[in-house]
Structure formats: C-alpha cells, structure tokens
C-alpha cells in the first residue's frame, strides 16, 4: 500500500462514529484499494465509498475509473456492478478488469 502512497494515492476512510469501517485507495483514474470490515459488510459502507469515489474523480477531471478485481470474487464484483462498474474481458494475472464510465450519470 505504501508503494501506492507514494505513486499518488489517495486514501479515503469510512468511518462509523468514531471507528474506521472502511477504506479505497486510489491512483490517478484507478481505484487500486477498497477494503470494509466483515462486520460492516452488507451495510452500505462500500457503496458510500465507491461513490465518493465517483464523487472525487468527476471533481478531478476524470470520465472513467478503472479497477482490478480477483476473477473468481464475484462478492465484490456484484457489489461494483451495482455501483454502475461494468466488467471487460481483460483478465491477467487472475485478475478481472472493470471500469465504471462516469459521463452517462
């Protein structure tokens, strides 16, 4: 994660009250890093962050994010494609690509 840091990212923490729940790094157009907590999962915390992230890239400048996901997780893949993220048929290294277009909202 540091390496990240250090390219760029930024991080953007969920927090419930007082205690951190959830987190996405993001590059550039990238969002490299989305981690909630398994007990706040099913909660709306990772959709709350993916759309700050839409948020924070619109403000940016950006009219596409791009992620890479491990093929076979389809937990969070259902989760960004009902952020609006749509998979590709980019898959390397056991990871699946998806993007999210951000001009069409």
Not at 2 to 11: I, P
Request: proline fraction near 1%; aromatic fraction near 8%; glycine fraction near 12%.
């Amino acid at each position: 994660m540091q390496r990240r840091m250090d390219q760029g990212g930024v991080l953007h923490i969920a927090y419930r009250g007082s205690e951190a729940v959830g987190f996405t790094v993001v590059v550039g157009a990238e969002l490299v890093y989305l981690a909630v907590d398994p007990h706040s999962w099913g909660s709306g915390v990772g959709s709350a962050l993916l759309a700050h992230v839409d948020a924070e890239a619109r403000v940016a400048g950006f009219s596409e994010l791009e992620l890479w996901v491990i093929a076979g997780n389809e937990r969070a893949i259902a989760v960004y494609e009902r952020a609006g993220w749509t998979r590709t048929s980019n898959v390397k290294n056991g990871e699946r690509r998806l993007v999210r277009q951000l001009t069409d909202d």
